[in-house]
């Protein structure tokens, strides 16, 4: 059962716990999640990287940072389940990637790049995932209107006397 | 025969004949991307069985088609595939656009789902529904056919003169004002529920 004294004994106090249900949630800063993360999953047995996804704190009631990125690990022998959050604020939100401790991190991380502009620094791959290679915009930002700012509709039109 | 011709043989235009042969063997390309798909599955199976119209011969090859049956929501990335086979299409060919979502774009009014295909690819015949019975697209089918008949020209000069796209502009005012009427009101509260006030009238006896 993973403690947070010992994660607070290594990497500082800056690192909280809070829970839901049986939700555990750990906070840690953005510059010290890698490391966080490489402990758990060397000596605490976390070898599997089940979620990891982002949300966009703006204008969030009480929030205090931007964006939110949270990694739900599981340890396949015991059964135990962490979530490991950090924030990250604009103009450059970056995190070094996770892929080399789980390879599952790859579209994961593409993803929340396509959707918030997240850079994972030393991913091996990352592009979009979802949106076409073009798109400009990070359609998940709370600052990106719902229905786009026009590129649905930024394409040529074939009519029927030149098909 | 009032002309006087030998059994068996008739007269026609030709526009007519072409017509005839064409609208009575459709053979359609179903671009099946939701669950419009499904419906026009279950049109080509036993129980509706599209065979009766002459349209059963499925071909998941574009250039093998003449009908173009768009069954679903076509978003940003799709569209430029859904244009590429539609150029990909023999002439004659024809499009229907089954379902809200092929349409209007339906209920997904988001910035990844074009606002009905019709906007960037001649469309011919419009089915409504979400998604449509297969009854509807069998009348969509009929009613093609009986276009076909009506309009077709051997040469397919008929096409020619269909120089804009059916559907509305790109930037049209429609969008912007769709696009500015979502605001929130300040103070409201969505997640109460409104107080109903009874009068006498409502009271229960």
């Known amino acids: 059962m993973l403690d947070l004294d010992s994660l607070q004994e290594r990497f500082g106090n800056e690192i909280t716990e809070s829970s839901f249900r049986d939700n555990r949630r750990i906070v840690v800063p953005s510059d010290k999640v890698y490391f966080v993360l490489e402990q758990l999953w060397r000596e605490w047995g976390f070898d599997m990287l089940v979620e990891m996804t982002a949300a966009d704190y703006l204008e969030y009631p009480g929030a205090t940072d931007r964006f939110g990125v949270m990694y739900v690990l599981l340890n396949t022998t015991t059964g135990e389940r962490v979530i490991i959050k950090t924030h990250l604020n604009l103009p450059d939100p970056e995190l070094p990637s996770v892929f080399p401790l789980w390879h599952s991190a790859d579209w994961l991380e593409r993803e929340i790049f396509d959707m918030f502009g997240i850079k994972f620094e030393g991913h091996p791959d990352l592009r979009r995932i979802l949106m076409p290679e073009e798109f400009t915009a990070f359609p998940l930002r709370k600052d990106y209107p719902l229905k786009g700012r026009g590129e649905r509709h930024n394409f040529p039109v074939i009519t029927r006397a030149e098909s | ?205």
């Open chain 2, 1 to 205: 025969m009032a002309v006087g011709l030998p059994e068996n043989l008739f007269l026609t235009k030709l526009d007519a004949a072409a017509s005839w042969a064409r609208s009575n063997s459709l053979w359609p390309m179903p671009f099946a991307t939701a669950c419009c798909g499904i419906e026009l599955m279950a049109t080509a199976a036993s129980r509706h069985d599209m065979a009766r119209f002459g349209a059963e011969v499925m071909r998941f090859s574009p250039r093998q088609c003449d009908l173009l049956i768009v069954a679903g929501r076509v978003v940003m990335k799709m569209l430029p595939v859904l244009q590429r086979i539609w150029l990909q299409m023999p002439e004659p060919k024809w499009c229907i656009s089954m379902g809200a979502c092929a349409c209007t774009g339906g209920v997904f009014d988001t910035y990844a789902v074009v606002q009905g295909v019709d906007r960037f690819i001649p469309v011919d015949m419009y089915v409504p529904g979400c998604p449509p019975r297969p009854e509807q697209l069998l009348a969509a089918l009929i009613e093609m056919q009986e276009k076909i008949m009506r309009t077709g020209t051997l040469t397919g000069r008929e096409f020619a003169g269909r120089t804009k796209s059916n559907g509305p502009p790109p930037f049209d005012l429609d969008e912007v004002r769709r696009s500015q009427e979502a605001v929130g009101v300040p103070g409201l509260d969505i997640y109460t529920p409104p107080e109903i006030q009874l009068g006498n009238a409502g009271k229960l006896n």
